[in-house]
């Protein structure tokens, strides 16, 4: 299950390592190339909790082997249209249209699977061994957004008798591994379709979309942990400050993210395709920097939710700005990172935070909810980060920034700590 996990998140980061060099390739403008992930985004939050339901019907295996098989077909579609593209076959932007039904595919079937994986493991432990285990698959998206950009320049191929494969190869090739990873759970997993087996099942709890720099959040957790009862609002006064704010540094955080690829090209004077090895340099940096934070100086320094996500600003903004003003690798690379870094910060406050504030019966709706926002971030925010990149080059940076500097204010102000509420 943990490969499961990885293999979702790892594909997709892979390809928005290379996209940026194959779209300056192909011809097609940069927002374009925002605008495929901003759907498959938009389809993933969507179709998300629709699988985590049917599951609770078909039984999680089923799920399991539809979501990786779509991941299968959606890679392959992907890397057949981009070879298309590359060879001339087709004119660029109608390969590059014809990639985004590919991408759609991954939203849409791709999203049913690491629902029905963290139901699966919920179902399968005790309470107390729980939170441990979907904490440790949860951790598995942001280990595969290191592996994703750090694999992916090592599979580019040459030709294949005639014809030019080149940067599309990362799709064929995380094709076949997931090929691989679905037969192995189709072997290795238990038919658990209901009436085969006695017992309960648990509803899956929506994944955020897996993105570069991206670490667990803790809403999966909680939703497959908490008890369920209580609908809270968006707009809830408990939370609402939470959503705003995670809502404004998820944006933050998607509009960089996609930019960083375009920043390498330009400020290093590079083709698209000598640009692959620098991209995913920055990116395993800032990914690594994002779990460092989560896995290592959090539990270290013990802050509060609060804390934790005004510290996190302050470290995001100063390393967004700087990413926009660095002009070689080494400035680049390291001022993503201590905007991952900072990040990482935000990201475990914003989700605790939104937790604290609301008692047991409220964890399920909250979980969501918090998913939902981290999701919605993906949707707009790399076409906003692509539109402001084309206008000006620093400019995503530097917007980032301010509005993580204007957050700190709204934070300090609207976000307050709340103890934990203990279950009955």
């Not at 981009?82 to 590059?96: D, E, K, Q, R, Y």
């Not at 079937?109 to 440790?136: D, F, H, I």
């Not at 090929?179 to 658990?192: K, N, Q």
């Not at 698209?272 to 959090?298: D, K, R």
């Amino acid at each position: 299950m943990f490969l499961v996990m990885l293999t979702v998140a790892a594909a997709n980061t892979a390809l928005q390592s290379v996209l940026p060099a194959l779209g300056r390739s192909l011809g097609v403008r940069d927002q374009a190339v925002a605008a495929a992930f901003s759907a498959s985004a938009l389809i993933w939050v969507l179709a998300a909790p629709f699988w985590a339901n049917r599951s609770d019907r078909t039984g999680r295996r089923a799920m399991i082997l539809l979501g990786v098989g779509g991941l299968i077909v959606s890679l392959s579609v992907c890397g057949v249209f981009l070879c298309l593209g590359i060879n001339g076959v087709i004119p660029g932007t109608a390969a590059f249209g014809l990639f985004i039904v590919g991408r759609l595919i991954y939203g849409s079937l791709g999203a049913a699977a690491p629902p029905a994986v963290q139901a699966l493991v919920a179902g399968e432990t005790t309470r107390e061994e729980r939170t441990k285990a979907l904490t440790l698959l949860a951790s598995a998206f942001g280990l595969g957004t290191i592996l994703g950009p750090a694999i992916a320049p090592y599979l580019i191929l040459g030709s294949i008798g005639r014809v030019e494969v080149g940067l599309a190869g990362p799709a064929f090739l995380f094709a076949l591994f997931g090929a691989g990873v679905w037969f192995t759970v189709r072997a290795m997993l238990p038919d658990d379709r209901p009436g085969l087996h006695a017992g309960p099942h648990r509803g899956g709890a929506q994944s955020a979309y897996p993105s570069i720099g991206g670490a667990p959040t803790g809403a999966s957790v909680a939703a497959a942990t908490g008890l369920r009862g209580e609908s809270v609002g968006f707009l809830d006064p408990r939370v609402r400050g939470w959503m705003i704010a995670g809502l404004v540094m998820g944006h933050a955080q998607a509009m960089t993210s996609q930019a960083i690829g375009f920043l390498v090209i330009d400020r290093l004077h590079v083709a698209p395709g000598q640009a692959l090895e620098p991209t995913g340099i920055v990116l395993m940096m800032g990914a690594g920097a994002s779990l460092l934070a989560q896995w290592g100086i959090i539990p270290l320094l013990n802050l509060s939710p609060r804390r934790l996500v005004l510290s996190g600003l302050a470290v995001a903004a100063a390393g967004t700005a700087l990413t926009g003003l660095a002009g070689s690798l080494y400035g680049i690379a390291t001022a993503y990172a201590l905007a991952s870094l900072g990040f990482g910060f935000t990201r475990p406050g914003f989700t605790a935070g939104s937790s604290l504030a609301v008692g047991a019966e409220g964890q399920g709706s909250i979980a969501g909810k918090v998913t939902s926002v981290n999701g919605a971030s993906f949707v707009l925010g790399p076409s906003i980060g692509v539109g402001l990149y084309e206008l000006q080059h620093s400019l995503p940076y530097l917007t980032a920034g301010a509005a993580c500097v204007v957050m700190i204010g709204y934070a300090w102000a609207a976000l307050r700590d709340r103890p934990a509420v203990e279950e009955g």
